[in-house]
Nanobody, 127 residues
């Protein structure tokens, strides 16, 4: 069992940056595949980025490649999403997700791949 708590959301102007954090409980964080998803008003939840247990394998949806960077600090039980060059279309509630998959490097881009979810943090980008 793991609990996830996101933070770092807020209001930012287009072109600005935010860094989201997702703090996880539990002693086996390093074995978890972690993902970020987002859901804009009136839209389906969509995949944003994922990182494997070691941090060596990352994957992004095309719309954020080159602007967002996912990383993790297993000593701090935390995964991050650095978001640069933000656009109004990035406005959404961002969710952190986890699934226990040690030694796995295949990208997990479907929400059904994950067992645990955070409550979400709002990101609003003004034009």
């Amino acid at each position: 069992q793991v609990q996830l708590v996101e933070s770092g959301g807020g209001l930012v102007q287009a072109g600005g940056s935010l860094r989201l954090s997702c703090a996880a409980s539990g002693r086996t964080f390093s074995g978890y595949f972690m993902g970020w998803f987002r859901q804009a008003p009136g839209k389906e939840r969509e995949f944003v980025s994922t990182i494997n247990w070691s941090g060596r394998s990352t994957y992004y949806t095309d719309s954020v490649k080159g602007r967002f960077t996912i990383s993790r600090d297993n000593a701090k039980n935390t995964v991050y999403l650095q978001m640069n060059s933000l656009k109004p279309e990035d406005t959404a509630v961002y969710y952190c997700a986890a699934v226990y998959r040690p030694y796995d490097s295949d990208p997990k881009i479907d929400g059904t791949d994950y067992d645990y979810w955070g409550q979400g943090t709002q990101v609003t980008v003004s034009s």
